[in-house]
Every structure is written in structure tokens, then in C-alpha cells.
């Protein structure tokens, strides 16, 4: 059985895609549990707004639970971009709101939305890559209301680089991060985005997953991180597998923020 916890609808600005479509589409494909995640990120140096109509979304989100309330659950997500400077923002929004289940990511640094270059232009790669590790512990020593980190190695996606850089170059920072992630008692998603951008290791790599399993973290939710219905659940029957190889025995899903261990 197989939960998507990461899925994008026409409620994010790079979605198109009616909640209803993924509803559908998700019942086809035989999952049983969904969690919308759309984007929220406040603060950016653009000049279109990434912010949500909360009371619209949460009305569709009941909408469609009662609607489909006996063909598939539907959990009430949302996929928060932290920035340093707006940790208490998130921290309300976080908690104003019946969420099931927070993705904490980081999509930008300092107003740069990492996705248009501006961000990595003064840097060396590796300069780029620790200033977005080292934002991501800064977060996360702060703002606690989260139930996940989302697609915890991003970094690797951007810049106009020929190769991703070793994950050992960053390896006590990323440590870090995953020891304070397992000790605030939050998790890691497992986000298969990785394939749509041809990167060649899953997302976070295989080797962030294995440290973060040594360091003893249990709690994993599996996500697609898809923004129309051909990308729902994509490759799960692969990382299902795969993390019961790695000696994963559960993957989580959430009820208002507490996590629920499935066994694989
Ligand atoms: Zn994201
Ligand atoms: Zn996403």
C-alpha cells in the first residue's frame, strides 16, 4: 500500500491541476492515502505571491473528504518554504491552521528563490551548497511546526553545474541537520522529483538516507512531490522497496501531526 505525501494541486502557483484530478487519478492508480501539500512561501524577491487562501483550501479539502470519504482518505497538508527571517510567519501559519502533516523546505535563501540562478551567481558550487545546508540547520533550530524536512539535498537540482557535488564534502553539516531532525522528534520525506530532474541518485541520495537510518531516525514519509496527475506516486513500487531493503520497516503517514508507522 502506498502513501503519497507530497502532492501539488492548482491551490500552488506551479500547479494546474484541479485537487479533484489528483483525487481521481490517486484512486485509479489504488492508493489508499493522500496528503495535498500545496506551497506556501512568503518572502521572495518576485513579484507573484506564493501564498494560499487558507479557508478556501481547507472548505475543499473537507469538500472532497466527504465527497470520496469511501474510496480513498485525503489528509490536509501543506508544504511550507522556510527562510531564516521568517521562521515566527511559518510558526503561525503552522499553527492557526488543522493541518495533518507540515513539509518544511527550503525553496529560497535570503528572497532568492533558488529555482531562477540569481541565488548561485556570487558563489562557488560548493559556497551554494553549504549556504543552503547551513539555512536549512539555521531553520530548524528555530521553527519546530513541522512534521518533515522536504526533499532534504534540493540544492543538487539547481545551478547551472556539469555534476552534483559529493554528499561528503557536506557531511558534518548534514549530520547535524539529521541528528537535530531525530531529536526534535520530525522526519525526512523520501521525494521521487529526483526522476523528473534526471538527477542520478534518489532524493534526499541514498547515502543521506543511510546516515540518517545509522543516526537511528525512523520516522520517513514517501512522496512524489507531483504538480499534475501524471506524476502521482511515480516510481513508489521502486522506494518501497528499496527502503525495506535499507531496513526501513514502516513508512509514516500523519493525523493532525502525529505520525503513524505503516509497516512496509
Ligand atoms: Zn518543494
Ligand atoms: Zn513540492
Given at each position: 500500500m502506498f502513501y503519497d505525501y507530497h502532492m501539488h494541486s492548482n491551490?500552488?502557483?506551479?500547479s494546474k491541476t484541479d485537487m479533484e484530478d489528483m483525487i481521481k487519478k490517486s484512486i485509479d492508480l489504488g492508493l489508499k492515502e493522500i496528503c495535498f501539500t500545496d506551497h506556501v512561501d512568503y518572502d521572495l524577491d518576485t513579484d507573484f505571491d506564493w501564498g494560499i487562501d487558507y479557508n478556501e483550501y481547507f472548505n475543499k479539502l473537507n469538500f472532497f473528504q466527504d465527497k470520496y470519504r469511501d474510496k480513498i482518505s485525503i489528509k490536509k497538508g501543506i508544504e511550507l518554504g522556510l527562510q531564516k527571517q521568517i521562521t515566527d510567519r511559518c510558526s503561525e501559519d503552522s499553527n492557526k491552521y488543522p493541518f495533518d502533516f507540515i513539509i518544511c523546505s527550503i525553496h529560497a535563501i535570503n528572497k532568492l528563490d533558488l529555482y531562477f540562478g540569481e541565488f548561485f551567481?556570487?558563489?562557488?558550487q560548493r559556497e551554494a551548497y553549504e549556504a543552503y545546508f547551513n539555512e536549512l540547520y539555521t531553520v530548524i533550530k528555530k521553527y519546530k511546526d513541522y512534521s518533515v524536512l522536504g526533499h532534504l539535498d534540493l540544492i543538487k537540482r539547481y545551478g547551472a553545474y556539469d555534476k552534483i557535488l559529493e554528499d561528503s564534502l557536506f557531511s558534518d553539516i548534514i549530520e547535524t541537520i539529521l541528528?537535530?531532525?531525530?531529536?526534535?522528534?520530525?522526519g525526512i520525506e523520501l521525494n521521487t522529483s529526483c526522476y523528473r530532474y534526471n538527477l542520478p541518485d534518489l532524493t534526499p541520495s541514498r547515502n543521506i538516507i543511510n546516515i540518517y537510518k545509522d543516526l537511528g531516525g525512523e520516522i520517513i514519509t514517501t512522496g512524489s512531490d507531483s504538480h499534475n496527475t501524471t506524476q502521482i506516486a511515480y516510481k513508489f513500487d521502486y522506494i518501497y522497496s528499496y527502503l525495506k531493503d535499507s531496513g526501513f520497516n514502516y513508512v509514516c503517514k500523519f493525523n493532525q501531526m502525529k505520525p503513524e508507522f505503516i509497516k512496509i
Open positions: 491551490f500552488s502557483n506551479d551567481k556570487d558563489k562557488t541528528k537535530q531532525v531525530i531529536y526534535d522528534g520530525k
